[in-house]
């Protein structure tokens, strides 16, 4: 907005009192008194009078700053490096040992000739049952 500002005011100032240039261009009015004065663009502003605040800081430049910062540290350390670590944590609730002491017993008992899964878990004559009354 502020360029189209500046070159409609170079083509008044070059438009007056003589030929613009290509025959049949036309020179744009001047504007009031004080027109030619730097205004500047409502949004800048609306912008300079109410900043956006993301609670990091009172001064604006330091809130941006830390605000990205802050961002950059949220997405790129804890998301990232967070379920890098996640990831190559230790066994967790033993599943994967578990897997592996269940294949030994099964080879275990493939090579002694054994049911894969003995309906007694326990040997009965070592439990002491109650009586059969």
């Known amino acids: 907005m ?53 609670g990091f800081s009172a001064d604006p430049v330091a809130d941006v700053h830390n605000m990205r910062a802050v961002f950059f540290a949220g997405v790129s350390i804890a998301i990232v490096l967070g379920s890098t670590f996640l990831h190559y944590l230790p066994d967790y609730g033993l599943q994967q040992w578990a897997r592996r002491e269940a294949e030994i017993q099964i080879v275990e008992r493939e090579r002694r000739g054994l049911p894969l899964v003995d309906p007694n878990y326990y040997d009965p004559a070592r439990l002491t049952l109650p009586p059969p009354e």
């Open 2 to 54: 502020a360029a189209l500002r500046r070159t409609l005011r170079a083509l008044q100032a070059g438009a007056r009192g003589r030929s613009a240039g290509v025959p049949g261009a036309v020179a744009l009015p001047r504007g009031p008194l004080g027109a030619d004065v730097h205004e500047e663009e409502p949004m800048a502003v609306a912008q300079r009078m109410n900043p956006d605040y993301h």
